[in-house]
């Protein structure tokens, strides 16, 4: 079955660049995640997307921004890069259909974004 | 917004023995209570959920309570095995109505650890 793809799996950045990290949904899921993972740290909502619609904002730094397309894949841009950036980045979907909170989220196995 | 607290931070067990995991959640309107095994690396995976009609489901060795007046939901995995060494985290999310806000809260993480 298909998975959720995420691209790249490694980035590695200088301070004060910029990154994008892209996330392709199971195909027909309509809602993406994306989350942030600290070294030895529990994953923090970020952003989400329904229907190419933003839905929802967590703790998402100003320097960040993300978006979904017409194909339903989410790219997420990370600019003026900070070594705290540094972390796993997940993207997860799921098919809500609009009704929320009660479908599993399938998780992308994550870009590892390194900050020198 | 919803605050997740997860016991105990670390656990280790005899293989064969069961272990348990606590967590308590601050937000009523939560009705959705996935666990998820990560091991170092990689990408949460789903282990079990619980939905708020519901009190208790078992999977196998993997059984989840939840006590709704309490606000706290258990995970309980029986006869275990060194396979089952990994991070654990619980997890909760919320129904707003009518658009997708099925954003995770995550707990702090077990780190559980099975002696051969």
């Known amino acids: 079955a298909a998975g959720v793809i995420q691209s790249p799996r490694h980035l590695i950045k200088e301070k004060r660049e910029t990154a994008t990290l892209k996330c392709y949904p199971i195909p027909r899921h309509d809602t993406v995640y994306w989350y942030q993972q600290g070294p030895g740290q529990d994953p923090q909502f970020l952003i989400s997307f329904y229907e190419k619609m933003q839905s929802d904002k967590g703790s998402i730094p100003d320097r960040f921004s993300a978006q979904q397309f017409s194909d339903y894949h989410s790219e997420l841009n990370m600019s003026s890069l900070e070594l705290g950036d540094s972390a796993l980045y997940f993207c997860?979907?799921?098919?809500?259909?609009?009704?929320?909170?009660?479908?599993?989220?399938?998780f992308g196995p994550g870009t590892r974004l390194t900050v020198l | 917004g919803e605050n997740v607290e997860q016991h105990p931070s670390t656990l280790s067990v005899q293989e064969g023995d069961s272990a348990v995991i606590k967590c308590t959640y601050s937000?009523?309107?939560?009705?959705?209570f996935p666990w998820y095994k990560q091991e170092l690396g990689k990408r949460p995976q789903l282990i079990i959920d619980?939905?708020?009609?519901?009190g208790e489901k078992k999977d196998q060795r993997i059984a989840v309570t939840l006590n709704k007046t309490a606000k706290h939901f258990s995970l309980h995995i029986t006869e275990t095995q060194p396979e089952d060494s990994a991070v654990y985290f619980c997890a909760a999310s919320g129904n707003a109505g009518g658009t997708s806000y099925g954003k995770l809260t995550f707990g702090q993480g077990t780190i559980l650890t099975v002696h051969p």
């Open positions: 937000d009523s309107a939560s009705n959705y």
């Open positions: 619980i939905r708020s009609n519901v």
């Open positions: 997860a979907s799921s098919s809500d259909m609009g009704l929320a909170a009660y479908n599993e989220q399938f």
